[in-house]
């Protein structure tokens, strides 16, 4: 039987910290390589809140649960290591987020903490495919694009 409970927090607490740490992840790389301004957005629809602090500048939509991204600028353009890590920090948090939720399943059995846990880690796996639709690339898609294109990018 389908518990309420769980989607409700899978929906609303779950999902979007989980996408927060994710895209944290790109911005804190961003930020290590001295990104002029670094953006970084959680949902769709209507912006509810936003936050400037410095370069950093963080937007919540009115739908939050509904995906995010982090955008990194700066004039000179990364060179292919730092887009390589820019990419893969995302997925780096989550791996790290998932680890540590698991181990906690030893001491704390919740089903809360095991649907936070294995969200992460989807969220590391859908994000490490690599996939465009329109004009949004996935992190697997950026790092693929990173290894494979060396002669199209910068050094």
């Known amino acids: 039987m389908v518990d309420i409970y769980l989607i409700t927090f899978l929906l609303f607490v779950a999902a979007p910290i989980s996408i927060f740490l994710h895209e944290l992840g790109h911005a804190i790389a961003g930020v290590i390589f001295k990104a002029e301004l670094v953006y ?67 001491h704390f059995r919740s089903d809360y903490l095991q649907l936070f846990a294995l969200f992460n880690l989807w969220l590391v796996i859908i994000n490490l495919v690599p996939f465009k639709l329109k004009n949004q690339k996935s992190d697997g898609y950026n790092i693929l694009e990173t290894i494979v294109h060396k002669d199209k990018m910068n050094s």
């Open 40 to 106: 970084l957005t959680i949902g769709r629809g209507k912006r509810v809140i936003e936050y400037s602090s410095g370069k950093l500048h963080f937007i919540i939509h009115a739908g939050y649960f509904m995906g995010g991204y982090a955008n990194s600028e700066r004039v000179t353009p990364f060179n292919r290591f730092e887009r390589f890590i820019i990419s893969i920090l995302g997925p780096i948090v989550n791996i790290v987020v998932f680890l540590s939720v698991w181990g906690l399943q030893s």
